[in-house]
């Protein structure tokens, strides 16, 4: 099963869930599970993955892929890219 992440656009809470594709915008219809509000909850698009790497052991990027990381936000403020 994919992994989603989701976001509330009210309190700013993410997580992430596992969900069927099928289900893939259920939460977006439901209450956010932390201030409860209703229709504020946005799937965040990005490139799927079962895992961040660095989570899984794995070494975390280096210093130059992190600084053009830094750049793309710069230039792009409402990006769903994480900081590594």
Known sequence: ???YDFKCNKCGHSWDEML?????????????????????VVREIGAPIMSEPHKMGLKRP???????????KQHHPRSSIRDY
């Open 1 to 3: 099963m994919p992994l």
């Open 20 to 40: 069927l594709y099928k289900n893939r915008d259920k939460p977006c219809k439901s209450m956010c599970p932390n201030c409860k509000e209703k229709k504020s």
């Open 62 to 72: 280096d210093q130059g892929f992190r600084e053009v990381i830094s750049k793309i």
